[in-house]
Structure formats: C-alpha cells, structure tokens
C-alpha cells in the first residue's frame, strides 16, 4: 500500500539528510575551528577537496550511472546494482595498488603527509559505495531510512572527531581524518550488508556499456566540477601558505551552506522530475524549476543580509580576516544552484557530453583566472573568480537548454536579473556605512519584501508535488 507524502516531508528529509553530509564543513566552521590552527584547518580542506577527485578517478566515474538508470523501467534492478559493485570494487582495488607503491611521490604531488594520502585512498572507497547507496534509496524514496542512517554517522563522526581533537596535542588534522577512516569503514559494511541481498555474480556487457556511455563522459564534468570548487584552495596553498587556505576554506564552507539546502531540494524533487520528463508534464518541470531558485535567492540574500554577523559571533576571531567574502561566494552558490536546476535536462536526454563541455571550459576559465589574480591579491580575490565562473557556468547552461535542446522556453533574462539585484545589494551594505538599528531594520524590510515576492510561487513545490514512500 502506497502511503502518501508530500514533497515537504522528503524535503525535511532531504535537508537534514544534506546538513548532515556536511556534518565536517559544519562543524569545521563552529567547533573544530577553535581546536585547529588555520594551517591544520588547510590540510583538512586539501584532503577533503582531493578526496572528491580521488573517488572519481580511481572507479572512472563509474558509480554515478546508478543514478539516472535505476529510474529506467528497461533495467533488471538486481543486476544493475550488482553490476554496479563489482565493477567499482574491482576498479577500486586496481587503482590503489600502484597508489600505494608509489605513494610518497603521490604524497608531494599533493602537497600532503604520506600518512593523509594513504588514508585517504583507503577513505575513497566508503565515499563512492556511500553514493550508490543513496542512489538507490533517493529512487525508492526512502528519504527517511536515508535521514536516520546518515544521522548516526554524522553523530558518530562528529563524536569521535572532538574526542580525537582532544587527544591529539599536534597535527590534529589526523584526528578529522581518522574519524573518516573509522565511520566508513563501519558505513561501507552497513551499505554492503543492506544490498547483499540484491548483489548476485553476474557480468552483463549491455548494462557495462550503459554505465561507460553515461560515466565516462560525465568525468571532464565531475573532475572540473570539482576542480572549480577546489581549485582555488590548492592554488591558494601553492602560492601562498596553508593559513591563507585555511582561512578561504572558512569563509568558502560559510558562504556554500546555500548548496546544502539545494541539493535537499533537488533530491526531494528529483523522482518527481523524471516522472514529469517522461510525461512531457514540461509546465510543471519549468514551475517546480523557477520555485527551486526562487528557495535559493530567498537563502542567499540571507547569508548576503546576515552571513558575515551569525559567522563573527561563533567563530574564532583568528578566522575574521576571511568573514568579508563570505557574502561573494554565497552569490557564487547561488549561479551554481542555479546551473544544477537546468543541467538535469542534459543527463535526462543522456547528452553528458555537453555537461562536460561546458564544465572543462568555465574551470579552465577559473583556473586562468586564479593563476593570473591569486599570485598577486591573495585568497580574497578566490571568492569573485569564483562568482564569475559559476555565473558563466550558469549562463552556457541555459542558453544551450534554450537554443539546443529547445524542450521548452526558460526566461534566462528574469535570471539574471535576480542576481544582479542581489548583487547591488551586497555592494551597498558592503560600501554603506550607517547606523546599526538603520542596518538591520533596512536589512529586515528587504529580507521581508523578497519573502512575501516569493511566497506565492515556492509555495506551490509543496502544495503540488505529492510523493510516494
């Protein structure tokens, strides 16, 4: 019997489901900021940011096709999870083996103690079967059993981090570290033992050929996606110091807290999504999709209104240089929500390639621009190249949805007209100094004007969408 939910008790789901995913950036900004030195605090950020590409590589993407395939009615679940496994194990233990041969030239290419990258290859393996497991249960809409699960690792690895904060006198960038290494050991035989049921010894060299189609052109996509997003702290450690990294890394994590509610959101409504994309219900795509942006202009004015003072009033004041940019970045997140909105309709039409396209052209664009302006203005300069990119990124999107793939019309100039209004109001309470009571009442009124602009249209995401569980 079908149970009914509306898409706002999968978006509660999702959401904390998300904030719990980030559960180290998080906690990175209130808590273990105040045990680490910044120096720590970069090395923390290069593993992290490493770690994404690592789990990429070392399985050529292969892991992602569960994602799109497992909606398809064509598809032998059973098989295609197995499938799935093996061919991400078998490649996993491949590429670790000579990793391990030669891992102190690894270890300098990276920038890293030998220690952290070799934990950090063995991490990389719970990372890619804990994506597959919430593949598998974002399509069956298990958003609850995903919600309590992720709870009791991101409480387990909140936990262990702090006590191992406490223990370690020095380099206490282990003790975040070793707390990964510990909960995913456990989280990867959880997941193994929660799908054993459906794995089975198979080899089908149709459903191979189905995840390379879809995988390995999405990896210039998933590499400069995240080489976009990382790029900026490595570039920073390089030219710089691991304080200045660690101190970009701060303001980047307060400042990308938008990406957390919209990947809840898009998770939430991406059962519906391909539902809608298979009826060619194409209005009600385009109005759950303007609603999602309209959620994250609403979250990104408030980080822009009140970001930098809720950051200042939690976090050690040694990180107080860097509280400045947040507002930038938060407008950078918010053109990448944006981008994330409509590049599901390249993945829906199996056209990866051009999701690719369009990455490696703006991340080579933001690494041009990194090593031209970081060499010479420092970390800050990061936050705008980084607005710039995902706006370009952004923008390629659209218009390749609107001129070559022509589903259906988007407004791409209602768009940016949003995002520029947010941004002359970042300008002027950035360059305006006045009064504190004129400062927040005038803050306030705007924040209460968008909401009430906005209202209306999020309103009907949850009063429409219904979703079974």
């Known amino acids: 019997m079908s149970d009914k939910k509306s898409v706002l008790f999968h978006l509660r789901n999702h959401l904390g489901v998300a904030v719990l995913g980030k559960i180290s950036p998080i906690f990175a900004i209130f808590i273990y900021t105040r045990f680490m030195s910044p120096n720590d605090y970069g090395i923390v950020n290069l593993y992290s940011s490493y770690l994404i590409l690592l789990s990429i590589i070392l ?13 398809s009615k064509d598809i032998d679940y059973s098989k295609f999870v197995s499938m799935t496994i093996i061919v991400v194990t078998g490649l996993s233990i491949l590429s670790i083996i000579p990793l391990i041969f030669y891992l102190e030239s690894f270890s300098q290419l990276l920038s890293l103690p030998k220690n952290v990258t070799l934990l950090m290859v063995l991490i990389s393996y719970g990372t890619i079967l ?21 709870g009791i690792k991101a409480v387990s690895l909140a936990i262990i981090s702090i006590v191992l904060l406490i223990i370690f006198d020095k380099k206490q960038y282990l003790a975040i570290i070793l707390a990964d290494l510990f909960v995913y050991t456990i989280f990867s035989i959880y997941i193994l033992k929660f799908i054993w049921k459906d794995i089975h010894l198979v080899f089908d060299k149709q459903y191979l050929r189905l995840m390379a189609i879809y995988s390995i052109p999405l990896i210039p996509y998933m590499l400069s996606l995240t080489l976009l997003s990382q790029s900026d702290r490595i570039l920073i450690n390089y030219y710089h110091d691991k304080s200045q990294t660690g101190l970009y890394s701060l303001a980047y994590n307060a400042g990308i807290l938008l990406g957390m509610v919209m990947t809840a959101v898009l998770n939430a409504i991406n059962p519906s999504y391909y539902r809608n994309m298979n009826d060619k219900n194409y209005s009600k795509v385009l109005d759950d999709s303007n609603a999602i942006f309209y959620i994250a202009i609403v979250l990104t004015l408030c980080i822009i209104l009140f970001g930098t003072d809720v950051i200042s009033l939690v976090v050690s004041p040694k990180y107080a240089d860097s509280f400045i940019i947040i507002p930038l970045i938060a407008l950078g997140g918010l ?12 993945a829906y039409v199996n056209k990866t390639y051009i999701i690719s396209l369009i990455s490696v052209v703006v991340t080579i664009f933001n690494i041009g621009l990194n090593l031209l302006l970081i060499p010479e203005y420092g970390y800050k300069v990061a936050a705008l190249t980084t607005f710039i990119s995902y706006l370009a990124m952004a923008l390629i999107c659209m218009l390749s949805f609107k001129y070559y793939l022509k589903i259906f019309d988007v407004n791409i100039t209602k768009q940016l007209i949003y995002i520029s209004l947010l941004g002359i109001i970042y300008l002027f309470f950035s360059r305006i100094d006045l009064n504190i009571y004129l400062t927040v009442s005038l803050k306030l009124i705007i924040l209460i004007l968008f909401f009430f602009h906005f209202k209306k249209k999020i309103m009907c995401l949850f009063e429409s969408n219904q979703l079974s569980i």
């Open 335 to 346: 053109c990448s929500a944006l981008f994330q909105i409509w590049v599901r309709a390249f």
């Open 59 to 71: 399985v050529l993407n292969m892991h992602t096709a569960i994602g799109r395939y497992i909606y």
């Open 130 to 150: 804990e994506s597959i497991f919430m593949q598998i249960l974002i399509s069956r809409e298990k958003s609850s059993l995903l919600f309590k699960i992720n």
